[in-house]
Nanobody, 124 residues
């Protein structure tokens, strides 16, 4: 069992930056891959970034490529999502999640454990 807690969401102006954090507990952090997702009102949850157990492999959705960076600090048991050049269309609830297995996972069906989400609002 893995428990996930996101933090770092909030209100920011367009062009600004936020850094989300996710602190898992319940299993050794370095033994699993992780991902960040977001969900717009009335829409399906979508993956925006994923990272393997070591941090050596990453994946990004086209919509955030070049603006967002996923990283992890296994020594501090923390997952990060650095979000730069934010746009109003990035406004959503952001979730971290843990899939089965160690390797990169890029489809939502592969993710088993979810945080409660954190709201990110970008004003124009």
């Amino acid at each position: 069992q893995v428990q996930l807690v996101e933090s770092g969401g909030g209100l920011v102006q367009a062009g600004g930056s936020l850094r989300l954090s996710c602190a898992p507990s319940g299993r050794t952090f370095s033994t699993y891959a992780m991902g960040w997702f977001r969900q717009f009102p009335g829409k399906e949850r979508e993956i925006i970034a994923a990272i393997n157990w070591s941090g050596g492999s990453t994946h990004y959705a086209d919509s955030v490529k070049g603006r967002f960076t996923i990283s992890r600090d296994n020594a501090k048991n923390t997952l990060f999502l650095q979000m730069n050049s934010l746009k109003p269309e990035d406004t959503a609830v952001y979730y971290c999640a843990v899939p089965t297995g160690l390797g990169l996972r890029t489809t939502i069906s592969e993710y088993k454990y979810w945080g409660q989400g954190t709201q990110v609002t970008v004003s124009s």
